[in-house]
C-alpha cells in the first residue's frame, strides 16, 4: 500500500552517520502513513547491517541496494522512483530530523502544493553555535507559482541563496508525480545538481512552492558529501553548475540569470574570491589559478563599479599581502593545507 510521505535517503558509505539520522526519524514515524525508503549506492561499509537492525523493529523502512553507485544526481533520482508516498522528503543519510517535523510535514503536504521548501539549522564554527539558514526571504509562509513571470520575479528576487534553487536534497519535499512528469536531465548528470535542474525544467509547465519558515532539520557540519579534492573545484562546483542550469533554461541575460549571479555573489562574496587566489598560490599542486581566475570572470565580470573593485583587490592579492589582510582566516588555511608562512 502506498503511504502519504517517503523520506527517500540515497546514501552511500554513510554507515557512520545513518545511525543518527535514522533515530531521529524513526521516533516520530507514523508506521501507516510514512515510509523510510533507503537508496545505498553500493556501500562497502557497514550500511547493509546497520539498515537491517532498524529493519527489525521499524518493518516501514526499505531498504533497495544497488550492485554499484550510480553516483549523487542519479541515485537522489532513483530514490524518488523506488518510493511509493505520494510526497517525498529528499533527506540526507547525515543530517538530522528535528522532532515533530514529520508530524508538520504530514500537515503541510495536505495543502496540495507541488513542493515544500522547508528551513534547516547550519552549525557556524566562528559563531559556535546552531543558526537558522535563510533561504528565501520572506518572513512568513508564502507559496509562488514558477510558472508566472511575476511570481518567478519575487521569488527569485528574494532568493538568499542557493537552497532557494533546490541544492539541499534535506529542504524538498516534492509531489512524486510532479517529480516524475520528466525524466533525470542527462546533460546534467554528474553536475551535482541534476535535481535543481529538473525543477527548473519543471517551471514551465507549472510549479508551486511553499516556502516554510520554520526549520526541519539539523545539517551536520564538516561533512560535504560532495567531496571536491581543492577549494577551488568546489567553488566551481556551484558557480559553474547554477550558471548552467539557468543559462540552460532562461538563458544568459535573462532577469532569473542576473538574480542566480546575485545568489551566487551572496555565497561567493569577495572574500571568497581572495581566499581562492591565495590557496592557489600557497598550493599550485592542488589548486588551479586559471580555473580561479575564470570563476571570478564569471561572477564578477560585468562592468559596475563593486564588480571593478572586487577585479582590482583580486588582481593585487598576493600571499604576503592576503596574511596581512586576513591573518585568521589565512593561518587557519596554511593549517589545513600544511603550509609553512614563512
Known amino acids: 500500500m502506498s503511504k502519504k510521505l517517503s523520506v527517500a535517503i540515497p546514501t552511500y558509505n554513510f554507515a557512520k552517520y545513518l545511525g543518527e539520522t535514522l533515530d531521529s526519524i524513526v521516533t516520530q514515524a507514523r508506521m501507516i502513513e510514512v515510509e523510510i525508503l533507503i537508496l545505498d549506492g553500493g ?6 547491517c546497520l539498515v537491517k537492525k532498524y529493519q527489525r523493529y521499524f518493518p516501514n523502512i526499505e531498504y533497495v541496494r544497488l550492485p554499484e553507485r550510480g553516483g549523487i544526481d542519479r541515485d537522489i533520482a532513483r ?10 522528503w529528499l533527506f540526507s543519510g547525515d543530517d538530522l530530523m528535528l522532532p515533530g517535523a514529520l ?5 503541510k503536504i495536505e495543502t496540495g502544493h507541488d513542493l515544500y521548501l522547508t528551513r534547516h539549522f547550519e552549525w557556524v564554527d566562528d559563531r559556535g553555535e546552531w543558526v537558522l539558514w535563510p533561504t528565501v526571504d520572506v518572513d512568513a509562509e508564502e507559496t509562488f507559482d514558477l510558472s508566472l513571470p511575476s511570481d518567478r520575479r519575487d521569488y527569485f528576487s528574494q532568493a538568499k541563496n542557493t537552497e532557494a534553487f533546490f541544492s539541499f536534497i534535506g529542504g524538498i519535499i516534492v509531489r512524486r508525480s510532479k517529480w516524475e512528469s520528466v525524466p533525470i536531465n542527462e546533460a546534467f548528470v554528474g553536475s551535482c545538481w541534476a535535481q535543481a535542474a529538473r525543477f ?7 510549479l508551486t512552492v511553499n516556502v ?6 539539523k545539517r551536520r557540519p564538516d561533512n560535504d558529501s560532495f567531496g571536491a579534492d ?6 566551481a562546483l556551484t558557480i559553474d553548475g547554477f550558471t ?8 544568459e541575460k535573462s532577469f532569473e540569470a542576473a538574480q542566480t549571479r546575485r545568489v551566487l555573489r551572496n555565497e561567493y562574496h569577495p572574500l571568497n574570491m581572495l581566499l581562492g587566489k591565495f590557496l592557489c598560490c600557497v598550493d599550485p599542486e592542488r589548486e588551479d589559478l586559471r580555473l580561479m581566475d575564470r570563476l571570478l570572470a564569471t561572477l ?8 571593478w573593485k572586487v577585479r582590482f583587490n583580486y588582481a593585487r592579492v598576493t600571499p604576503r599581502r592576503f596574511r596581512k589582510w586576513q591573518p585568521e582566516l589565512s593561518a587557519k588555511f596554511d593549517a589545513i593545507k600544511g603550509v609553512d608562512p614563512a
Open 230 to 235: 581543492s577549494v577551488t573545484k568546489r567553488f
Open 79 to 88: 530514490s524518488v522512483t523506488h518510493a511509493s508516498g505520494e510526497y517525498c
Open 212 to 217: 516554510l519558515t520554520e526549520p526541519y532539520l
Open 300 to 307: 564578477y565580470g560585468d562592468n559596475s563599479f563593486e564588480s
Open 244 to 251: 548552467k542550469i539557468v543559462n540552460t533554461f532562461y538563458g
Open 200 to 206: 527548473f525544467e519543471l517551471m514551465p509547465q507549472g
Open 103 to 107: 508530524d508538520k510535514a504530514l500537515t
Open 43 to 48: 556501500s562497502i561499509d557497514e550500511t547493509p
